[in-house]
């Protein structure tokens, strides 16, 4: 990002790494001037030498005084609500001789956090397969969803005269018709109980007065969802892969609790429903730990769901620029950013390893993660070894990037093409000419 306000030098006590009061003061001031919290502010730090040879049982020598400084402003900030991953530290010890007129200080430069909106992966689903009034298992009237009856299902019908009451069970026959005293194949298919009732009131008002009818649905055997893969199967029973009987509105998330629940190697991320010839891909598991019902759907008669294992599901991740095989790596489980970069062939020479990124399209906060590999080599830092997600794009330049969020704006073309569902000959051109790009 771009800098923020001017470049403090904070001053310390020669052959001392803690801020004295006036140092304090001084920062205290220039934080005050930012006019930005903290927590939105990235901060890159560089410790100076003292001027001459170093005389301490504490620091050896001028490079661990000056990082030593840096470190405590370092502490200080985050204290005020600064996040330490967003303050970078640089200590130049005494072999620069800038440095040493720089003499007994941390110069601090703030440089603004911006967002970028990635782009977003392209999911072939329905905006909403959630918020539902009517579909073939249940209609909503009154803000009541109700049971739509059909062919096997068996069917309660109480009739009440005075005090008196005359139940008869039936079937819904084939052509969706049941048989009464009053009435012979009484159409009853696609109505709820609730429709049954009024329509058989209706009839009987004609031979009595006031009649009084109870209508409810002892079994229903006429919509069924089916569901496989990875589902538990209990004790109890039924639970597990199989058929189940729908009996009104129910949610996939409700229906996989009701069939056992998903089995200790389930994919969530990755759950298919089809219906009506059309497969569909929800992110379950998103959907139970965050409630978002954008990516839970209410099953409809002859639905069927597939809950797929972590060794069925592949994920992919898009690698970059400066490594010697650029292209698509496929993984099940976890995978690292050492892991993609091992099996992209590894680094080229020419890859500036303090500049390497991660493009994550999250939709909810899409990031660009950052990623110092020579902070890893060097220093064992396995906080730069980051977990990748399904169609991260790791970017590798050959070039320090001043500015990432202009750099990436001027990707996202070519990046939208990549993440686009076109051929893999397509798509392993474009991720070649962009890798030279880079």
Known sequence: GEPVGERLAVHFDSGLAS???TSQQSIEAWV?????????????????ADIGPVHSDLYPNNAALS???????????????????????????DTDPVALQQNRGVSVQAYAIESVRLPEVIRSKPRDLYHVDENRVFKV????????????????????????????KVTVQVDGTVSLPYQEALEVSGLTPREVDKYVTELLSRYEKRPRVDVLVLKARSKTANIFGEVQSLTRQPTGPGSYFMSGKESLVDLLSRA????????LSNVQITRDGKTITLDLKRAIKQG????????DDGDTIFIPSLAQSKHRVYVLGAVSKPGVVEFNGDMTFLDAVLKSGGLDKGASLPDIRVLRSDRDAPQILAVDFKRFMERGDLTQNIVLQDNDVLIVPRRSI???NLYVQDLLPSIQLILA????????????VLSKQL
Do not use: C
């Not at 030593?68 to 303050?87: D, I, N, P, Q, Y």
């Not at 056992?260 to 994919?267: E, L, M, V, W």
């Open 19 to 21: 801020m004295n009061e």
């Open 32 to 48: 005050s001037k930012l006019g930005t919290p903290l927590s939105q502010i990235r901060f890159g730090l560089q410790g100076e």
């Open 67 to 93: 990082r030593a400084r840096a470190e405590a402003v370092a502490a200080w900030l985050v204290s005020k609500g600064a996040r330490r991953e967003a303050v970078t530290i640089e200590s130049v010890g």
């Open 141 to 168: 009237i009154d803000g009541v969803p109700g049971y739509k009856i059909g062919p096997g299902d068996e069917l309660s019908m109480v009739f009440w005269q005075g005090g008196k009451s005359e139940e008869h």
């Open 260 to 267: 056992g629940g998903p089995g200790k190697d389930a994919d």
């Open 292 to 299: 978002d019902w954008t990516e839970n759907a209410i099953i």
């Open 402 to 404: 001043a500015n990432w």
């Open 421 to 432: 569902p076109v051929s893999i000959a397509s798509q392993s051109l474009s991720i070649a």
